[in-house]
């Protein structure tokens, strides 16, 4: 009789040591990554939040106008409006607007319904809306910027926000005062608990210039302008810039 044996695969003797090697490197960074940990453990933090302010005027305005016509059909109600805001986008130029601050925001044509009860709806027409957002670089010229565009056949005049061409340098002022509002801060509680800052560990800004949200203005037809510009202020922008840190603390 002959007996069969299976042969079970031997492992060989090379990887057997680099397996072993590994095994022993395994173990021996364990202490060395818990001891790490341990002394991170051990480290007295101080996570502290703080924001800076600075307070500029204004150097930029922005405004939505449009024109809002009808006609017994589409085509005649957008004709009717192209040729209208043909006409205000002319008085913006004329008035020192450039080109790249005129930018087209809104533009639709909706048909416009009859509803009377127990009856189906009318067509009675169809509205075109045309809404271009501007930019003003000269604020002097604000008021009378916007007076020229209703004369000139705005139907509309919508929100008005003021913001900065260039906000960097109020933005680095906020972040100056931000630091010395945290270091403040952090010293503050330091004294208060007995210990002394060693190290600043980390640092991180959120936050930043956003420009103010569009304030109400005035909607109004030609017919109820007066001969002067209307009179706008432009008033203060506040740019705030937060910031964050942990320190490392030692008695």
């Keep these: 009789m002959t007996a069969l044996t299976a042969a079970r695969p031997s492992i060989p003797m090379a990887a057997s040591f ?7 490197a395994t173990a021996a960074a364990l202490p060395a990554k818990a ?13 502290l939040s703080a924001f800076g302010e ?7 305005a922005t405004i939505t106008l449009g024109v809002q016509t009808d006609g017994p059909t589409a085509a005649q109600a957008l004709s009717a409006n192209a040729a ?11 008035a020192g607007i450039a080109e790249r601050d005129i930018q087209t925001s809104t533009l639709n044509v909706n048909p416009q319904y009859v509803y009377v009860e127990n009856k189906p709806p009318r067509l009675n027409g169809y509205q075109a809306s045309n809404q271009v957002t501007i930019q003003v670089r000269d604020l002097s010229k604000l008021g009378q910027t916007v007076d020229a565009t209703v004369n000139a056949g705005a139907t509309n005049v919508g929100g008005i926000s003021f913001g ?4 960097k340098a109020a933005e680095d002022a906020a972040r100056l005062d931000a630091v010395k509002a945290l270091q403040a801060k952090a010293d503050l509680y330091a004294r208060a608990t007995g210990y002394k ?9 959120g936050g930043g210039y956003t420009p ?38 030692v008695k």
Aim: hydrophobic share 50%; no cysteine.
């Design 212 to 249: 103010a949200p569009p304030m109400p203005m005035y909607a109004m037809a030609k017919r109820e302008m007066a001969d002067s510009s209307s009179p706008v202020s432009a008033g203060e922008l506040k740019v705030r810039v937060d910031v964050s840190a942990t320190y490392e603390l």
């Design 18 to 24: 680099a397996l072993a090697a590994a095994l022993l």
């Design 35 to 47: 001891q790490t940990a341990d002394a991170a453990f051990r480290a007295t933090t101080l996570n």
């Design 84 to 94: 209208q805001m043909t006409k205000v986008v002319a008085a913006l130029k004329k």
């Design 197 to 205: 800052i060693v190290r600043l560990v980390s640092l991180g800004e």
């Design 164 to 167: 900065l061409q260039d906000p």
């Design 54 to 60: 600075s307070k500029v005027t204004p150097d930029l």
